[in-house]
């Protein structure tokens, strides 16, 4: 990707993303009002790292992607850790490739957000996320739904941290084997 069209990328789709930089090791995350600061904060430090919250990533990926890209070009060794409320397989694979090295799960950008105690390896989350786990997106909303039901049925927060991205093995749709047809009524 040319400078140029990975900066017109960021100007065009930066509404939906909030970004964070901070030097490594130091305790606070300032925010940053688009993506060109942060880029612009990131250039001025070495073994700086960029943090980016979405909540729409499917919308969001050719941003993220122009981000990672001019980020380890302004700056030495940078980190960049993505955040989102709508994890998929696919599109985890599609940040590794343009360097994205740490993702997390979060329903929202508030202070656990910040804390890279539960921010892990691409390869690592990969591992243990759920195939079926998929986004779609409605009228401007992204859901997760998932693969087992069509992706017909919506998913909670609640079964994302403790089946989807932790582990399938103990999710009831995923031991029956097979497609559903009739959503699970959790009790
Ligand atoms: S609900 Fe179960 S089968 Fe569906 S995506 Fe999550 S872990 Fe996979």
């Known amino acids: 990707m ?26 606070t995350w300032p925010p940053q009002p688009d993506p060109l600061q942060g880029l612009l904060q990131l250039s001025k430090t070495s073994h700086g790292e960029l943090l980016v919250f979405t909540g729409a990533p499917q919308t969001d990926l050719a941003a993220i992607k122009a981000l990672a890209q001019l980020a380890h070009k302004v700056a030495t060794s940078p980190v960049m850790i993505v955040v989102t409320s709508h994890p998929s397989a696919d599109w985890i694979e599609g940040l590794a490739r343009v360097g994205v090295e740490l993702v997390q799960y979060c329903e929202e950008p508030g202070d656990e957000a910040l804390s890279l105690r539960t921010a892990e390896p691409v390869s690592e989350l ?11 997106g409605r009228e401007q909303v992204t859901l997760s739904v998932c693969g087992r039901f069509h992706d017909r049925m919506v998913l909670r927060p609640s079964w994302i941290r403790a089946w989807c991205i932790r582990d399938r093995s103990t999710c ?7 497609n559903g047809s009739h959503p699970y009524r959790a009790p």
């Open 2 to 27: 040319r400078h140029g069209t990975g900066l017109a990328v960021l100007l065009a789709r930066d509404r939906s993303m909030r970004i964070w930089t901070r030097k490594k090791g130091e305790a």
């Open 126 to 136: 990969l591992h243990r996320l759920c195939p079926a786990l998929h986004t779609r």
């Open 172 to 178: 009831p749709f995923w031991r029956d084997g097979k």
